[in-house]
């Protein structure tokens, strides 16, 4: 079936380590996005990329890192530098020109001890 | 810069009952507007989203939205609330000519009671 795979679920991060979150999509969308989710704030984009190659930041993209390396894949690694990272992390991808709708993966929970 | 309002945190119904959640949004040019619905730990879903035309948006599971340039809305609204549509609904943004980036508001809980 087609979608979006992230992985892994959960992860336990210790301080100073760098982690990467997996986001592949069999779907052939153009554009994939990551958001941070935190309670009460809704979704706040970390980046997005609209072709292979590029990405752009997102709203708070300080202390991550991403790349577009191929159409299905767009990891996201967050760095020692994120001051904040416990967070669910969604990842979706859209198609259709600009006026297409995104789908979701079905997340991962990042928490640092 | 786009942004999105959802004025309310939660929002309490009794199943069949009418339902509507608010969304007010903000773009330098046209808009595409849309709805999701998540349930916990999960991904969200698509609802619906009006692109142009009709003002007038039908959507999944009953859900429908009116969208209202002049007050720059996008509420959502369902005519008879089921227990079962309990969840955290989201309305989202993106500028016609900007892109493909995609702001989110913080999200309404809605309660349907038995």
């Known amino acids: 079936d087609g979608g979006i795979t992230q992985s892994p679920k959960y992860l336990f991060r210790k301080e100073g380590q760098n982690v990467t979150l997996s986001c592949e999509q069999n779907l052939n969308h153009d554009a994939m996005y990551w958001y941070r989710q935190d309670p009460g704030q809704g979704l706040r984009l970390i980046y997005y990329?609209?072709?292979?190659?590029?990405?752009q930041k997102g709203d708070i993209a300080e202390g991550y890192s991403v790349s577009r390396e191929k159409k299905e894949s767009f990891p996201l690694t967050v760095t020692s530098a994120q001051k904040n990272p416990t967070a669910f992390y969604l990842c979706?991808?859209?198609?259709?020109?600009?006026?297409?709708?995104?789908?979701f993966g079905e997340g991962s929970r990042l928490t640092v001890l | 810069a786009q942004s999105v309002a959802q004025p309310e945190d939660q929002v309490n119904v009794a199943e069949g009952n009418p339902l509507t959640v608010k969304c007010t949004y903000s773009v330098s040019g046209n808009p595409y507007l849309f709805w999701y619905v998540q349930y916990p730990n999960r991904g969200l879903q698509f609802l619906l989203k009006?692109?142009?035309?009709?003002?007038l948006v039908k959507g999944s599971y009953g859900f429908e939205a009116e969208f209202n340039k002049s007050q720059t809305s996008f509420h959502l609204k369902k005519p008879s609330a089921l227990v079962s549509d309990s969840a955290l609904y989201f309305c989202?943004?993106?500028?016609?000519?900007?892109?493909?980036?995609?702001?989110f508001g913080a999200g309404t809980r809605l309660f349907v009671k038995a």
């Open positions: 989202a943004v993106r500028d016609a000519t900007g892109g493909f980036k995609t702001i």
């Open positions: 009006y692109i142009t035309g009709d003002n």
């Open positions: 990329s609209q072709i292979v190659n590029d990405f």
């Open positions: 979706a991808s859209s198609n259709k020109g600009s006026a297409g709708e995104l789908f």
